[in-house]
């Protein structure tokens, strides 16, 4: 279980990265049942971000890894072509990272969107540093 305490750390972590490269971003931190359990919107994020840095975050934590991983099963020619489909909408590029605890169980994962691709995984990959 993620606790509020971890996530609070998520989102100040990704808020530093993003603040440091000068990018506003939406930081959503779901819990392993793929459930809210944190939010970030800095100033200046781009609305339409946030059902992404959400997607983003709740197709890492379905498939408990990271959201572009996904790409490789739904892309075409792939072997679950359209997988984006289901569970009501994914979200298979850069940005969400699913979130360990030392056992290797899923706790949570988080999701990140508001900058350019590249971007959005730099700072998902800061916060999820801090979820140790």
């Not at 989102?11 to 971003?25: C, D, L, N, S």
């Not at 997988?83 to 990140?112: K, M, R, W």
Request: charged fraction near 15%; aromatic fraction near 4%.
């Amino acid at each position: 279980m993620i606790t509020i305490d971890q996530a609070r750390r998520i989102i100040a972590a990704g808020e530093a990265r993003a603040q440091e490269i000068g990018v506003p971003v939406n930081i959503t931190v779901l819990d392993a049942g793929a459930h809210l359990k944190a939010f970030s919107r800095m100033d200046g994020a781009v609305l339409g971000s946030i059902d992404l840095a959400m997607g983003k975050a709740r197709t890492a934590v379905l498939f408990q890894t990271t959201s572009e991983a996904v790409w490789d099963y739904c892309k075409p020619g792939a072997p679950a072509h359209a997988l984006e489909l289901s569970n009501g909408g994914l979200a298979p590029f850069p940005g969400g990272i699913s979130l360990f605890a030392p056992d290797g169980t899923v706790i949570g994962a988080v999701g990140v969107s508001g900058g350019a691709v590249p971007q959005d995984l730099e700072i998902a990959q800061a916060a999820a540093a801090a979820a140790a």
